[in-house]
């Protein structure tokens, strides 16, 4: 049996995929990664699966009733078509819908993470798509860290540079003395890069700077979200007290006079109306530790301790994604460069702040200095958008205003939906509330390579490959790899290339050469080649012809910074080198924010209680906290039916940690299945009973496939475990209005009735008629 070894990438690593007869049999991860993703372990029995869509579907009602919002999407069997009747059938619709409602009536904010590819990008294909339509309605900033995009440049004037340009993980392996970590820096987290990863080297700085002596804190509901090597001191506070926290600290800095005046002074503006607001003197009492205390369950006397450690050390203060995905999510960003500035080690070899770490596995990778190729999308003339987070708002209140960022706007009136390799049944919250937003819109499209639930929420379902089935380039801006990606096996069934399908869209509809440009798919990997091969001579490097890249399959890279220090030019000179925001100084009060006059976003960084903690009176009934976090064995949703992702589920559910005091209370024990409520929703979960989590908190990742019970009811229990029925569906704030859906409180009983069996992967009900 002949073997081949045929290079690829993927957002969680670049691998060589081993094929023999004609079939993916194995993945070897590429040769020169220290730390490969155990997610590699997924790919191999997703590729022929039978959640696959091997052929063109439309739904049943759909067909017969035409276009209009429908609350039975979800829930009604599926026609299958030919490509000829599916092409025809939605080239007529986008034409209905453009020439009565213009770009303005098209949401093309697809929200996809489908392929590393830099040509087959789900999202910029469908982009450049209904760009030449009429543009479209966009999605802005993420659901990963909307609050931060927004509140950053008010802060320190720049989202992509304290991102793409942090302190670099080999400057911290050698000079960071002590790590304070709020939401810790979770390796499985840094197996995935948008793009690709060549190389994992999170777990390695991380043993070098602990071998060496650095010290680490680790502030957290959950034990493990440092590896255990860095003996980190657990803080193990209450969800939600973050904030306290931090301002407890600065209170004992400014207290004991540990700030460093001369920094905050030259580099930053409004430290003395944030003082007065520590001291009490403005909203609120004192932020003591003693009060931090209360709401954290943090001892007093060790925050006194750490801030006085923070202050003797060169101190790196990293605040992880999951603090920002909460109520008033705003906060603890804008407090975590507050404190970084009252320490004045900004823009020292190991010291400042981090967002991030631990959420990404390339921040804290020096950016190459030429980025790699990517698609053009073309210009959108529609100017309307929403944050990504407010989808299901926009779809149940077109016409209603908005805040965001000092704007008014206003939810446009959507009337097709058309989204492209992603999964909103993992990143939105409050299924049951996304559903019925779902049932609005006259035509929802989707292309898909698995039944996902959003696929079974469409109307047009079109089969795409999976990224083995097509060549394309894969590489990231901060990773030293460009990575030929090249065909492992033929598509499965009908599938094809969302290029392949837009092209034949498109000249259905007029804009075939415009968005084609008279290239195939290998002529445009050429082209694109080509064109950064042009951008690395005029840096003055050198990279192969594409055919000899083609070949090799693999390409290193030079120019990236390994020495990069955040802001360490604007440490050296503020005022030749100035930051972005209207002081050319680090904000610490913001007179732009505060002339918005939002009361869920004041003009510096405050305590703003959640409505669902353990503090909160909600709790009397709903005792828990829940983590909904990102998963530890697959990247969101993707690749769910894979064998890494399956191997982690109890009896065939999402696993959910309890302490073991919240299980002995309930009568849980270990591989129990478990119903977790509360007024929003339920699901079933497979129960883990383990120390790493606090008492009073259960964790349960999002990622799941959402299994209703009863897939026409919006309200059913989710049987598989996907968190995302019980989480809510709220801005942080007027400022950013991103998703909060990091936190919920719930309920969990032991669950004593009939096993519902998972249906989450078996293709939706088919109707065979007599259609072309």
Same mark, same amino acid.
């Given at each position: ?31 020169h990664?220290?730390?490969?993703s155990?997610?590699?372990g ?23 009733r ?37 770009g ?5 904010g ?51 540079e ?5 302190t670099?993980w ?85 207290h ?13 503006v ?16 004192p932020?003591?530790p ?5 709401l954290s ?45 009252m ?5 020292l ?28 999308? /073309?210009? &959108? #003339?529609?100017?309307?958008f929403i944050?990504? =987070? @407010?989808?299901?708002?926009m %779809?149940?209140? !077109? ?21 492209? /390799?992603? &999964? #909103? ?6 299924? =049951? @509330?996304?559903?019925?937003? %779902?049932?609005? !819109? ?34 990231s ?10 065909q ?96 050319g ?61 399956q191997?982690?589920k ?6 959910i ?10 009568g ?7 119903r ?33 019970l ?33 936190h ?29």
């Amino acid at each position: 049996m002949a073997r081949a070894f045929v290079p690829h990438s993927s957002h969680w690593g670049a691998f060589e995929a081993e094929v023999a007869d004609g079939t993916v049999v194995g993945i070897r991860p590429y040769r020169h990664d220290p730390d490969p993703s155990p997610l590699l372990g997924n790919i191999v029995d997703s590729l022929r699966h039978p959640a696959r869509v091997t052929q063109p579907m439309i739904r049943a009602g759909w067909l017969d009733r035409g276009p209009g919002g429908d609350p039975r999407r979800g829930s009604e069997p599926f026609v299958p078509v030919s490509w000829t009747t599916a092409l025809d059938t939605l080239a007529h619709e986008l034409g209905r819908v453009y020439e009565r409602h213009g770009g303005a009536g098209v949401y093309g904010g697809s929200y996809g993470w489908s392929s590393a590819g830099r040509f087959h990008h789900a999202q910029s294909q469908l982009h450049r798509f209904l760009n030449c339509l009429g543009g479209y309605v966009r999605g802005e900033h993420t659901y990963s860290n909307g609050a931060q995009s927004v509140i950053m440049p008010h802060v320190v004037g720049s989202m992509r540079e304290f991102l793409d340009r942090a302190t670099a993980w080999s400057v911290l392996e050698r000079h960071t003395e002590l790590f304070v970590c709020f939401g810790g820096i979770p390796i499985k987290n840094t197996m995935v890069s948008p793009g690709g990863a060549s190389r994992h080297p999170a777990r390695d700085h991380l043993r070098a700077a602990r071998e060496r002596g650095a010290e680490f804190v680790l502030l957290s509901p959950m034990r493990d979200d440092l590896p255990g090597f860095v003996t980190a001191q657990w803080l193990a506070l209450v969800p939600g007290s973050d904030v306290a926290v931090m301002l407890a600290l600065a209170y004992t800095l400014l207290h004991e006079n540990l700030h460093d005046r001369a920094f905050l002074a030259r580099y930053t503006v409004g430290f003395d109306r944030f003082a007065r607001y520590l001291r009490g003197e403005t909203v609120g009492g004192p932020k003591t530790p003693e009060w931090a205390a209360r709401l954290s369950q943090v001892p007093a006397e060790s925050l006194r301790a750490l801030a006085r450690r923070m202050a003797a050390k060169r101190t790196l203060i990293n605040v992880n994604y999951s603090l920002q995905r909460v109520e008033h999510g705003e906060q603890a960003p804008w407090l975590a460069v507050t404190l970084a500035a009252m320490l004045g080690q900004i823009g020292l070899p190991g010291g400042g702040f981090g967002q991030g770490y631990g959420s990404l596995g390339y921040i804290g990778r020096a950016p190459l200095r030429v980025g790699p190729p990517t698609l053009p999308q /073309g210009r &959108n #003339p529609v100017g309307a958008f929403i944050p990504f =987070a @407010r989808v299901a708002d926009m %779809l149940l209140h !077109p016409g209603e205003p908005f805040d965001f960022d000092g704007q008014r706007l206003t939810y446009p009136d959507i009337r097709l939906v058309y989204w492209c /390799g992603g &999964n #909103p049944f993992h990143h939105h919250q409050h299924l =049951a @509330r996304l559903r019925a937003a %779902l049932a609005r !819109p006259e035509t929802i499209v989707v292309h898909e390579a698995f039944w996902t639930p959003m696929a079974r929420h469409a109307d047009i379902v079109l089969p795409a490959t999976m990224t083995l089935e097509r060549n394309d380039i894969g590489g990231s801006p901060n990773d030293a790899c460009l990575v030929a990606m090249r065909q492992a096996v033929p598509p499965w069934g009908e599938a094809r290339s969302d290029f392949a399908i837009f092209a034949d869209l498109a000249a259905r509809l007029g804009a075939g050469e415009r968005f084609t440009e008279g290239r195939d798919e290998m002529q445009w990997l050429r082209h694109l080649y080509e064109g950064w091969r042009t951008r690395v001579a005029d840096d003055g490097e050198t990279a192969p012809p594409f055919e000899e890249f083609w070949a090799a399959g693999f390409l290193d890279l030079s120019g990236a910074d390994e020495d990069l220090v955040l802001l360490k030019q604007f440490r050296a000179d503020p005022e030749g080198a100035p930051l972005g925001t209207p002081s050319g100084k680090i904000e610490i009060f913001s007179a732009t924010i505060d002339g918005f006059g939002y009361a869920d976003c004041p003009g510096h960084p405050t305590w703003l209680e959640p409505a669902e903690w353990l503090g909160a009176p909600l709790a009397e009934r709903f005792p828990l906290h829940l983590i909904a976090n990102n998963p530890t064995s697959r990247l969101h949703s993707q690749l769910d039916v894979g064998a890494y992702s399956q191997s982690t589920k109890v009896r065939g559910r999402e696993p959910i940690r309890l302490h073991p005091a919240d299980a002995a209370a309930r009568g849980v024990r270990s591989g129990d299945v478990v119903r977790v409520f509360n007024d929003r929703g339920s699901c079933l979960a497979g129960a883990v009973v383990s120390n790493a989590v606090r008492p009073g908190v259960v964790q349960l990742s999002t990622g799941a496939w959402y299994d209703p019970l009863d897939p026409a009811d919006p309200e059913a229990m989710c049987v598989h475990g996907n968190p995302n029925v019980l989480t809510f569906d709220r801005g942080t704030s007027r400022l950013a209005q991103a998703c909060s859906g990091q936190h919920a409180l719930v309920q969990v009983e032991r669950w004593t009735g009939p096993l519902p069996p998972i249906r989450a992967y078996d293709p939706p009900a088919v109707e065979r008629r007599p259609l072309a």
